[in-house]
């Protein structure tokens, strides 16, 4: 009987070993990306950086208020480019490559509303 515990046991481990290897970033797989965000100030620092950490692809999320580049480390198996500027521009910022809706960027704090260009 205790063999049988034993053998549960490990193929129990198994289980969470694979299953946390295909839901969060694998270090081997990991991509470095910087491109712009913009943005005006720390709020705006936070509301970027937090609309990328919920995410178990990024890494790592780091913005720069002087030069609005932000610094993006994240799994390109669990997650796409496209898909990491889509999640901050849902947050209502624009970056080189996706707008954000014109709705969501009118909500944002007076300090935080950054020249759009037209
Ligand atoms: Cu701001």
């Avoid at 946390?20 to 965000?37: D, G, I, M, Q, R």
């Avoid at 913009?38 to 936070?46: I, T």
Wanted: with cysteine.
């Amino acid at each position: 009987m205790k063999s049988t515990k034993g053998i549960f046991a490990l193929i129990c481990a198994i289980l969470v070993t694979l299953f946390s290897a295909n839901t969060s970033a694998n270090p081997l797989h990991n991509e470095t990306v910087t491109f712009k965000v913009y943005g005006n100030c720390e709020m705006c620092k936070k509301r970027i950086e937090s609309s990328l950490k919920g995410n178990s692809a990024i890494v790592s999320a780091d913005w720069n208020v002087k030069t609005k580049m932000i610094k993006v480390v994240y799994d390109p198996h669990i997650i796409t480019l496209d898909k990491v500027h889509q999640l901050i521009a849902e947050a209502g910022h624009d970056t080189e490559k996706v707008k954000a809706n014109e709705v969501t960027y009118k909500k944002l704090p007076g300090c935080c509303q950054y020249d759009r260009k037209k």
